[in-house]
């Protein structure tokens, strides 16, 4: 077997949580992600056969029944994953009648996977029904984008146009908008419900005063997706008390996104 701290995915998840932490998005234990991987890519690495330990999920995951995740664990530091990954991450495969999750490598310690594994398990399902090389749901607490849940009214089509309106890249990288939940209790069955519900419309979704969801087919899209969002969180927070005297008109942001040919949310736009 090769040395699994050499694959890839495992280097990939620490460099993400390492730049993630940098930014000031994930204090403490803050923000977790999930990343769907292939037998053939973990095969060489760990025997597939050998379960370490049966954690039950606490909710019906038989539609991703058999299918790899490399996930952060609960109450890890993404600060602390680069120096230790097989304590901070886990390698689970979801049992084939779908209650439980069957621990392949990592948490080292005794731990288990974040308690936002029904919003990440949920939101997978959800983005594999629309997109066959859907891989990576990331949730962080990047500051201006909670800045701005503060003071924006928590609404997806005015949230959404508020950050388009802030830099030309905003309708490009995102045309599908934000969506956005009110504030709810986190860790709940509940919430993953809400957030994959959303994940039909949108690849990522904003939880009221708590943070962000990203989603894509490989850890950078989706980090690039939330980079996006809290750069034009950032710009808003930085012009909101000030009188704006130059915006992006909706005329102007259809023109972008009809030059990049993408197939943005024409219902934000009054036009
Ligand atoms: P976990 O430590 O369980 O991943 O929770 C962190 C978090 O951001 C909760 O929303
Ligand atoms: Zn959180």
Redesign the pocket.
């Known amino acids: 077997m090769k040395d699994i701290l050499t694959a890839p995915f495992i280097k990939e998840m620490a460099e993400t949580t390492a730049n993630m932490y940098r930014l000031g998005w994930d204090e403490r234990?803050?923000?977790?992600i999930s990343c769907l991987l292939t037998e053939e890519e973990v095969s060489p690495y760990i025997d597939l056969d050998k379960v370490i330990r049966v954690i039950p999920i606490g909710f019906d995951g038989s539609e991703l029944a058999g299918k790899l995740f490399v996930v952060?664990g609960?109450?890890?530091y993404f600060k602390n994953v680069e120096k230790d990954p097989e304590t901070n991450l886990g390698i689970i495969r979801i049992s084939s009648d779908g209650n439980s999750a069957e621990l392949l490598w990592g948490y080292k310690d005794g731990g288990r996977f974040?308690?936002?594994l029904p919003a990440h398990l949920m939101s997978h399902a959800a983005r594999l029904s629309l997109d066959k090389e859907h891989r990576v749901v990331m949730?962080s607490?990047p500051t201006n984008t909670l800045a701005m849940n503060r003071v924006h009214v928590l609404e997806e089509r005015a949230f959404t146009r508020s950050l388009w309106q802030t830099c030309s890249e905003c309708i490009i990288v995102f045309p599908d908008g934000v969506g956005v939940l009110p504030w709810m209790v986190?860790?709940t069955n509940e919430i993953g419900e809400a957030t994959a519900q959303k994940m039909l419309e949108h690849r990522l979704v904003i939880w009221g005063i708590?943070?962000i969801y990203g989603t894509g087919n490989s850890l950078d899209e989706a980090f690039g997706l939330i980079e996006t969002v809290e750069k034009a969180a950032e710009l808003y927070m930085l012009t909101a008390h000030l009188p704006v005297i130059n915006t992006i008109s909706d005329a102007e942001l259809k023109a972008l996104a009809d030059t990049f040919g993408v197939a943005y949310r024409k219902d934000y736009l009054d036009i």
Request: glycine share 30%.
């Open positions: 234990n803050g923000g977790n952060t609960t109450g890890k974040t308690s936002e949730h607490h986190c860790g708590h943070g």
